[in-house]
């Protein structure tokens, strides 16, 4: 990659989200409904939430990764993650992208999630 277009060192790999917005909490608590049928743990404890950005209007784009491309339910659960969040109030749409950069990896779980699938 040539330097020029390399990220500059400190750039962090994953968008920062929204956390200081008042619906924060409450989008990712609907988040944590959805399930890979797979694995018993939510996505967002999972590490597959990469950014929940929320603007002034309730406009809400979020982008999430899978544990690899070839999830049999690729196609589908984007559609759930929209599902929970578009009835909460206050929100107005969302948008959800599916994004492969940086890729997922374990240590993106949370110790939750971790303990979950019984690696702690």
Known sequence: MPAD?????????????????????????????????????NIFDLGLIYTIEIDNDGVVSILMSLTAPGCPVAGEMPGWVEDAVTPLPGVQS???????????????????????????
Do not use: N
């Open 5 to 41: 277009t390399a990220p500059m060192e400190g750039t962090p790999l994953i968008k920062p989200s929204t956390t200081d917005h008042p619906l924060y909490d409450t989008i990712c608590e609907a988040i944590r409904t959805v399930h890979d049928p797979e694995i018993p743990v």
């Open 94 to 120: 969302v948008s959800v992208e599916l994004i492969w950069e940086p890729q997922w990896g374990m240590d993106m779980m949370t110790d939750e999630a971790r303990l979950e699938l019984g690696f702690m």
